[in-house]
């Protein structure tokens, strides 16, 4: 069965490094999404990417932070200036349309 | 602003009982409702999910959930519990309001069962 997966599966940074956290979604997926849950809180939506362009985003989204799909597989997930609050799990997900299907995650330890 | 919320942040049963896990949602529109369980370890995986019709959805390992519109209910049951079970729950919703599918998640249940 088809998964997508993500790589790493824990990263840790400090403080102000640059990290990219790396998916490959399901292979006939159009939707791709970025989630992330900090510890002990609920999982938050932070971005949805279709048709090469981001269709929504959170007020967590903010200029730090951008999506590529540089390939036709790859969906990438940058954090230009780490902070100790950007540490999460973070997950990508994809979808034909509305049912969405979970990578593992990347712990991101911001240190 | 919408939003979904779950009842039990904790739940420890005994093998064999039976199980409700609730979830709310605030949104007046068409919404899409999911449940996803994480066991150990282990992703995100979906358990069921409701778009339309029939409001009683069944899905893996024997689980239900009935959609009560009314009451903007999405409840999780199993009428018997394994010890494999023991993972943790999140109700999920998609609210349709023009943007990009994202997924609204409640808190979650961690499910404890015992031999």
């Known amino acids: 069965e088809p998964e997508v997966t993500q790589t790493p599966s824990h990263q840790v940074t400090q403080m102000g490094q640059e990290v990219i956290l790396r998916c490959v979604p399901i292979?006939?997926?159009?939707?791709f999404y970025w989630y992330r849950q900090i510890l002990g809180q609920k999982v938050e939506f932070l971005v949805s990417f279709y048709n090469n362009e981001i269709s929504e985003k959170s007020e967590i989204f903010d200029d730090q932070f951008s999506v590529e799909r540089p390939d036709g597989s790859n969906f990438t997930l940058k954090i230009r200036s780490t902070k100790l609050e950007d540490s999460a799990m973070y997950f990508c997900?994809?979808?034909?349309?509305?049912?969405?299907?979970f990578g593992p995650g990347t712990r991101l330890t911001v240190t | 602003a919408q939003s979904v919320s779950q009842h039990n942040h904790h739940v420890i049963l005994s093998e064999a009982a039976s199980l409700e896990l609730g979830c709310n949602y605030s949104?007046?529109?068409?919404?899409?409702l999911f449940w996803y369980v994480q066991y150990p370890g282990q992703h995100l995986q979906l358990l069921l999910k409701?778009?339309?019709?029939?409001?009683l959805v069944k899905g893996i390992k024997g689980f239900e959930a009935e959609f009560i519109k009314s009451k903007f209910s999405f409840n999780l049951r199993k009428p018997s519990v394994q010890w494999s079970d023991t993972a943790e729950y999140f109700c999920a919703a998609l609210m349709h309001t023009g943007g990009g599918n994202k997924l609204t998640f409640g808190t979650g249940t961690q499910l404890k069962v015992e031999l």
């Open positions: 997900a994809s979808s034909v349309r509305y049912e969405q299907y």
């Open positions: 292979s006939n997926h159009l939707y």
């Open positions: 949104y007046g529109g068409t919404v899409n």
């Open positions: 409701y778009f339309s019709g029939d409001p």
